[in-house]
């Protein structure tokens, strides 16, 4: 299974902007996927999972602006980032969860004031 994540880059302070994540697989065959971010000098933390029964979970940092989704379908996930601010500057990570877990390589996303 690959996941490649699109949609990083560069955003002013109050914008929007979405993720994608794409799997090389059917995403039914995963109990959950999710989106993760590390900034400089920081671990790892969950930004957003979603299961495959569609029940989600979020940061409480990011509660409120983003939103997880997922088109069963097309076997993307996404991550649709608004109001932005300058702390959500990091690399954001796709991931899926089944027997095993699975990463993408990774999205840059800056947010400048």
């Known amino acids: 299974v690959q996941l490649v994540e699109s949609g990083g880059g560069l955003v002013q302070a109050g914008g929007s902007m979405r993720l994608s994540c794409a799997a090389s697989?059917?995403?039914?065959?995963?109990?959950?996927m999710g989106w993760f971010r590390q900034a400089p000098g920081k671990q790892r933390e969950s930004v957003a999972t979603?299961?495959?029964?569609?029940?989600?979970n979020y940061a409480a940092a990011v509660k409120g602006r983003f939103t997880i989704s997922r088109d069963n379908a097309k076997n993307t996930v996404y991550l649709q980032m608004n109001s932005l601010k300058p702390e959500d500057t990091a690399v954001y990570y796709c991931?899926?969860?089944?027997?095993?877990?699975?990463w993408g390589q990774g999205t840059q996303v800056t947010v400048s004031p």
């Open positions: 991931a899926a969860f089944t027997s095993r877990d699975y």
């Open positions: 697989g059917s995403i039914f065959s995963f109990n959950a």
């Open positions: 979603i299961t495959s029964f569609g029940r989600t």
